[in-house]
């Protein structure tokens, strides 16, 4: 079982920016990659980011790209995410996941934390 807690939200304002780490439990064949998604109220679970271990690449959702930047650090087992320029519509809840490679599913979520943009 893969424990993944997720810290760094809050409140800040438009224009502004904040940062969200994730730290796992281990780096393993079950945590090939590690990603970010976000829920906004009634709205669906959309991805935000990826990095993969392996080799350090990394991908972004459109709405995010030029923005947002993933991160890891290996001895810590923490996954970071870097929001920049941040607008009223990136509040969300943001959660961390991991999957195994070559899996279509992600396998463990962490809790969530709550970021809110202000106008």
């Known amino acids: 079982q893969v424990q993944l807690v997720e810290s760094g939200g809050g409140l800040v304002q438009a224009g502004g920016s904040m940062s969200l780490a994730c730290a796992a439990s281990e780096r393993t064949f079950r945590t090939y990659e590690m990603a970010w998604f976000r829920q906004a109220p009634g709205k669906e679970r959309e991805f935000v980011a990826v990095f993969r271990w392996n080799d350090g690449t990394f991908a972004y959702a459109d709405s995010v790209r030029g923005r947002f930047t993933i991160s890891g650090d290996g001895a810590k087992n923490t996954v970071y995410l870097q929001m920049n320029s941040l607008k009223p519509e990136d509040r969300a809840v943001y959660y961390c996941?991991?999957?195994?490679?070559?899996?279509?599913?992600?396998?463990?979520w962490g809790q969530g934390t709550q970021v809110t943009v202000s106008s």
């Open positions: 996941a991991t999957r195994q490679r070559g899996r279509s599913n992600y396998d463990y």
